[in-house]
């Protein structure tokens, strides 16, 4: 039940993208309680879709005719700006004329780009409730949220709007999602996926892109379409490998709530059985790695935020209240700071890398506990301080990967006793991304299923 299962039935004839297209419409348009998309085109989602039935059988991709989303930040598809959930970029930005390289080489593997999903302001949130709507809520309890900055996507995914959604992540905000809303999501090694020419979401290299779903093969077939060398900065990565029985280091910080914590120790149980080698140590030293990572994490997005607005002349008053703050905190950085910021993120993914000096695979907790309530990070707070600590408390410790620069899986791993999803996340060495699927996918088929709200729109029974 997943998009690569949808794509073998419009290979098949079983269905057509076309009617794919049309039952991922019309979820859309049914759900929209739910938050997911700030925008839909259905006219260019319905030419791809026909454009991709006319294709022959030797020129379809793996995900020939799947519907997908676009987030409202990052990597961008011809036709659908990104306004990071703006108001005033919304009315500032125009339509691109083409496919970013990332989305041009998904819509290769034959994706079909139709919308754009909800994002908090700028990305500046782990929950998806920008200035004037919609808010993105989670399938699975509409009270709560289903995380961000990548929550729309994820709502849309477990809702079953489309089987498989773009996501960006600069401090968790795949992951946290995935885990709000029990999907697969990875935050891939830096540099592993093109992020050009444009560069406009790289923070200082804390930003993956890939996508979320509800499947490991999913996020496979998406990194396998969309890694490889590009001009720049980015490039073929070393790939690592893991060996036939992984040493896995199992952490369980003790802000992880009692039903997080079973789940990874269930986790790490079915790892044993699978071969490998698992080992708890004191969580100490890894969470004050994750504590430094954030001190750095959350000054770079107050950097960012800082030069997007002034770049783009947007004026304070038009953007939240806890925009203008963090906007403010992040001017008041000094280039001296920020020197030091870079300094200190090299010193960190030296630290981190030393962490697998005997161990290959670290198992850990996304979220501290579940999802967070809708209203838990008020846009309309004006202590930018405050609000990252938030942000830290619902997810403690997700930033380190993104500091690092190497890859983090979120993971579901069943149900909950309280109806939510249960997630867990595997980190591996930076250029492990295909053994870290590869391991990850063994996990799934030892995991407790998840027990999504609604079936994949078009896919049929």
Known sequence: MDATALAAAIRDGRTSAAAAMEAALEAARARADLGATVRLEPALGRAGAQARDALPEAARGPLHGVPFLAKDL???????????????????????????PFFARLHAAGLVTFGITTT??????????????????NPFDPALSPGGSS???????????????HATDGAGSTRVPAACCGLVGM??????????????????GLVGELVLARSVR????????????????????LARTLPAAPRVRLHVPATTSPANAAALRAAAAALADLGCTVRETDPDDLV?????????AHPILAIA????????????????PIAAAIARSGRELSAARLFALAREAARIAHGTALLFSDTDVILSPVLADGPPRI????????DAQAHFAAMEAIAPGVSLANVAGVPALALPFGMREDGLPASVQLMGLHGSDRALLALAARLAGAAPPVRYPGPIAGLPA
């Not at 935050?187 to 200082?204: D, I």
């Open 120 to 137: 908090p302001e700028f990305g500046l949130a782990l929950t998806a409730e920008p200035p004037g709507g919609p808010l993105a809520r």
């Open 375 to 382: 209203g838990r990070l008020d846009p309309q707070a004006q």
């Open 187 to 204: 935050k891939p090694s830096r540099g592993a996926t093109p992020m050009g020419p444009g560069f406009e979401n790289h923070l200082m």
């Open 74 to 100: 990052g990597s961008f598809a011809a036709g659908l700006c990104p306004a990071a959930g703006s108001p005033a970029l919304r009315r500032m930005l125009p339509d691109p004329t083409g496919d970013t």
């Open 218 to 237: 999913d996020v496979a077939t998406a990194f396998a379409a969309v890694a490889g060398a590009v001009a720049g900065p980015e490039g073929e990565l």
């Open 151 to 165: 929550g729309g996507a994820a709502a849309a995914v477990a809702a079953g709007i489309v089987a498989i959604a």
């Open 288 to 296: 004050a790695l994750c504590d430094r990572a954030a001190a750095v």
């Open 305 to 320: 935020a800082a030069e997007g607005l002034d770049a783009l002349g947007i004026a304070m008053d038009d953007v939240s």
